[in-house]
């Protein structure tokens, strides 16, 4: 094979990378002028920075309050997801069962589903079905964590399917005959080669929940409202604020960032562990 010119695949991936980050940085462009600036004529270089938009957002004790919303439901919808799509998916794939692929098979339609389906079931269970006296799901943080499992546990189960099956069942198989419990082969065995998966899985899901928009919309109010429903509050019939929903949009990228940035590696090695099997 002929060899390719380096320089050409360089300017290339320069090309790609401008195209995907030049809309982040024109959004932080946005968050760091005057609302009178932003109809102006546009400056791509910045000379001067107005952080006034960010001291109003992080002052401001209500979008604080949706921040904490989303980094909890989003933390403890991954860890749940993940948690029974790490069981579920090692009982589909380890155990004998008829039909088993009739059974990923239906996991998987719940989440080529639009959300936009599920809206009225989900609401009617909410505030129905599981009411307790005066309490209901509806606008709680437990109510929101269980309604993303609907689309992120299917999620979850597809991921983690080829980590497992790349993983052969003769260790299993011979941690039985030395005498080990179950719970000793999966928390021992299987659970440590998984971890690359499995950090896959976590990250994916978190921010799956991290940027939902429609459910969090329509089955909060106020208690639960994330910080993604907070950007429709400063759309108003006497305009929009869009320096600050800009400022807000630049909060909402910074945790996805970081917790990319710190398992990069395991995303790597999960995105391929089990790809090829020997």
């Known amino acids: 094979m ?10 290339f991936w320069i090309f790609v990378s401008f195209l995907t980050l030049f809309p982040i940085y024109w959004l932080f462009v946005v968050s760091v002028k005057p609302a009178v600036d932003l109809f102006t004529t546009p400056e791509i270089l910045l000379s001067e920075f107005y952080w006034q938009n960010y001291v109003d957002v992080w002052t401001d004790r209500t979008l604080r309050g949706y921040m904490m919303n989303s980094l909890i439901i989003s933390s403890g919808n991954a860890l749940l997801s993940t948690a029974l799509g790490f069981f579920a998916c090692y009982a589909l794939t380890r155990f004998r069962m008829g039909g088993k692929e009739s059974i990923f098979f239906w996991t998987i339609t719940n989440r080529m589903a639009p959300p936009a389906v599920f809206l009225l079931p989900l609401f009617l269970l909410m505030t129905q079905v599981y ?12 109510g929101m964590i269980l309604v993303y499992c609907t689309f992120n546990l299917p999620f979850a189960i597809w991921t983690l399917r080829p980590t497992l099956d790349g993983i052969p069942r003769e260790l299993d198989e011979a941690a039985f005959v030395d005498g080990a419990s179950s719970w000793k082969v999966i928390s021992e065995i299987v659970f440590p080669l998984c971890r690359p998966g499995l950090a896959v899985t976590l990250i994916l ?15 909060t109010n106020f208690s639960a409202r994330t ?11 006497t305009g929009t604020e869009w320096g600050i929903m800009a400022a807000i949009s630049v909060f909402t990228l910074i945790p996805a960032l970081i917790v990319f940035t710190l398992v990069q590696r395991h995303i790597v090695a999960g995105l391929t562990f089990g790809a090829v099997k020997g």
């Open 2 to 11: 002929k060899k390719r010119n380096p320089w050409l695949q360089t300017l």
């Open 131 to 142: 009411r307790v006296g005066d309490f209901t799901l509806l606008d709680t943080r437990i």
């Open 205 to 219: 899901t978190w921010v799956f929940a991290w940027n939902e928009y429609l459910l969090a919309a329509t089955l």
């Open 227 to 237: 910080l993604t429903t907070g950007l429709s509050e400063y759309v108003t019939t």
